[in-house]
């Protein structure tokens, strides 16, 4: 499989859960390798630009609100099937159809405050991580475990 990046947010509630290790351990432990990793409290402008696909979507008022609730944790994942590996990681969008052990069913308490975000696909991932990250910022190293 060819080692791919994917964008992940780790979402307010994930924050005021204090459960930035967990999910990060979840991620490295499954072979995906933080390789930029920051934290921002996203503005209105960024979480609208961000998430512009979805504006004439019902929920996207809503969606930018929690976002811009408190700061998120943005980061860049590079792996072997790395959007798709990380989507499995997650779970389904709604917390309460997410398969059990994944992110969401585990922590996420609503469809909105679902604890992370992941890219949909490798084009998206590209966009996504773009819209973080300066190529300089994305960092490669060798992991010896
Ligand atoms: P995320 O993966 O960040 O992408 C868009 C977000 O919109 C999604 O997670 C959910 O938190 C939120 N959302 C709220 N309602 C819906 C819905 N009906 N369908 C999809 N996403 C939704």
Redesign the pocket.
């Given at each position: 499989m060819a080692i791919e990046r994917t964008l992940s947010?780790l979402k307010p509630d994930a924050l005021e859960k204090g459960i930035i290790g967990k999910i990060l351990s979840r991620f490295e432990t499954s072979g995906l390798k933080p390789i930029a990793v920051r934290m921002q409290h996203l503005s209105k402008q960024e979480a609208e630009g961000f998430?512009a696909v979805?504006k004439e979507?019902p929920?996207f008022k809503?969606?930018v609100s929690f976002m811009t609730s408190g700061p998120v944790v943005v980061m860049c994942l590079e792996g072997e099937g790395a959007v798709a590996r990380n989507r499995e990681l997650m779970g389904a969008?709604d917390p309460k159809k997410a398969d059990k052990g994944t992110i969401r069913a585990d922590f996420a308490k609503s469809?909105?405050a679902?604890t992370v975000?992941?890219s949909d696909s490798a084009d998206n991932a590209k966009i996504e991580v773009a819209y973080f990250f300066r190529s300089t910022e994305l960092v490669s190293y060798d992991w010896k475990k």
């Amino acid at each position: 499989m060819a080692i791919e990046r994917t964008l992940s947010i780790l979402k307010p509630d994930a924050l005021e859960k204090g459960i930035i290790g967990k999910i990060l351990s979840r991620f490295e432990t499954s072979g995906l390798k933080p390789i930029a990793v920051r934290m921002q409290h996203l503005s209105k402008q960024e979480a609208e630009g961000f998430y512009a696909v979805h504006k004439e979507r019902p929920f996207f008022k809503d969606l930018v609100s929690f976002m811009t609730s408190g700061p998120v944790v943005v980061m860049c994942l590079e792996g072997e099937g790395a959007v798709a590996r990380n989507r499995e990681l997650m779970g389904a969008t709604d917390p309460k159809k997410a398969d059990k052990g994944t992110i969401r069913a585990d922590f996420a308490k609503s469809i909105d405050a679902n604890t992370v975000h992941g890219s949909d696909s490798a084009d998206n991932a590209k966009i996504e991580v773009a819209y973080f990250f300066r190529s300089t910022e994305l960092v490669s190293y060798d992991w010896k475990k």
